[in-house]
């Protein structure tokens, strides 16, 4: 772990039902969570004000994705003033699941962190390549091309958290070591440096995700640019989630 404070978040995707999330709840707020780590669950929209109604103030919630401006006339979408009425401090943007199975690109996401910026809503901004890119040796190049475009979005890095997500351990059981991820993160950090500032390299999060659960997070948490995690699968399980909110100290 680095400087900042320690970020986990927890991302529920697609899944549960009132029964199953007020459990979920239940157990989050009777778990023992160290008090210097920002902890973030994001549940479906559909679920987001049980969550704000019965969850810890401890624990801040997030949407998993926001329409690129203010509401309106876009049938189905959830605009950032919505997310931020329910209580919403943050929002999950480019997951690999958006870009890869939703079709998401750069530009889009773009628009949509910007908006959620200048309303005061927080970002995740999730980047991470393919195996395929892994493979071709352009896992730089991959990351770098979609923090480049954030940071020709972006008005300004407070309220910014990067979540490293190689997509080929995104759901797969097969995580990063903590040396792979290690290396990307101090590139990540490298480049910020380079083409933003020092100032938001140092102080700008770079969390990690993909099949970290309470078994590996504790050696990913060792490494000196892992600054948190974005958790998916574990997330679900009350107790395995607060080990992993733990698993710096
Ligand atoms: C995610 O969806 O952000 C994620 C990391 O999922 P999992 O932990 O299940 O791999």
Redesign the pocket.
Same mark, same amino acid.
Request: hydrophobic content about 35%; aromatic content about 4%; proline content about 0%.
């Given at each position: 772990a680095g400087s900042g404070k320690f970020f986990v978040?927890g991302?529920w995707?697609c899944n549960g039902t009132k029964d199953s999330i007020n459990k979920l709840v239940s157990d989050l707020n009777s778990a023992q969570l160290e008090s210097d780590v920002d902890v973030v669950v994001a549940p479906p929209f559909l679920y987001i004000d049980q969550v704000k109604n019965s969850l810890t103030d401890r624990i801040e919630v997030s949407a998993q994705n926001c329409w690129t401006g203010k509401g309106g006339a876009f049938t189905g979408e959830i605009s950032v003033e919505q997310v931020k009425d329910l209580g919403c401090k943050w929002v999950?943007l480019g997951?690999?699941?958006r870009r890869h199975v939703i079709g998401e690109n750069d530009e889009f996401i773009g628009k949509k962190a910007a908006y959620a910026l200048s309303q005061g809503v927080g970002i995740i901004a999730?980047i991470g390549e393919l195996l395929q890119d892994r493979e071709a040796g352009k896992t730089f190049d991959v990351c770098f091309q979609q923090l480049k475009a954030y940071a020709d979005a972006l008005p300004s890095w407070d309220n910014v958290v990067i979540?490293y997500?190689p997509v080929w351990?995104?759901?797969?059981?097969k995580?990063a070591t903590p040396e792979q991820a290690q290396e990307v993160h101090a590139a990540l950090r490298d480049w910020l440096t380079k083409n933003v500032s020092a100032e938001v390299a140092s102080k700008t999060r770079i969390i990690y &995700? +993909?099949?970290?659960?309470g078994s590996n997070s504790s050696d990913l948490a060792k490494k000196e640019d892992i600054d948190g995690?974005?958790? &998916? +699968?574990?997330?679900l399980k009350g107790p395995e989630f607060a080990t992993i909110v733990n698993s710096a100290t």
């Open positions: 978040g991302n995707k999950i997951h690999s699941e999730c979540a997500e351990a995104i759901g797969t059981g995580v &995700g +993909g099949s970290v659960n995690f974005l958790v &998916g +699968g574990a997330s």
